[in-house]
């Protein structure tokens, strides 16, 4: 664990994190289902840094 980061085997490398969050699970079931059907489900975490690259450029954040 790094600056309170809890890092995967091999990550560190590639700059990512494993983290948990706490989701209403109908909400969480709803959004899997759309992210499967529209770009896989391989892809989940995908969509989810860029949900979160989007709320940061729109509330005046900045992102590399």
Same mark, same amino acid.
């Given at each position: 664990?790094? $600056?309170?980061?809890?890092?995967? @085997?091999? @990550?560190? =490398? /590639?700059g #990512?994190? #494993?983290?948990? &969050?706490? *989701?209403? @699970? @109908? %909400?969480?079931? $709803?959004?899997?289902?759309? *992210? &499967?059907?529209k /770009?896989?489900?391989?892809? %989940?975490? $995908? /969509?989810?840094?860029? %949900? &979160? #690259? =989007?709320?940061?450029?729109?509330?005046?954040?900045?992102?590399?």
């Amino acid at each position: 664990m790094l $600056n309170g980061l809890q890092y995967t @085997e091999g @990550e560190r =490398d /590639v700059g #990512k994190i #494993k983290t948990t &969050i706490n *989701v209403d @699970e @109908e %909400l969480w079931k $709803n959004f899997n289902v759309i *992210v &499967i059907q529209k /770009v896989g489900g391989r892809q %989940l975490s $995908n /969509v989810i840094e860029t %949900l &979160i #690259k =989007d709320y940061i450029k729109k509330n005046g954040g900045m992102h590399k």
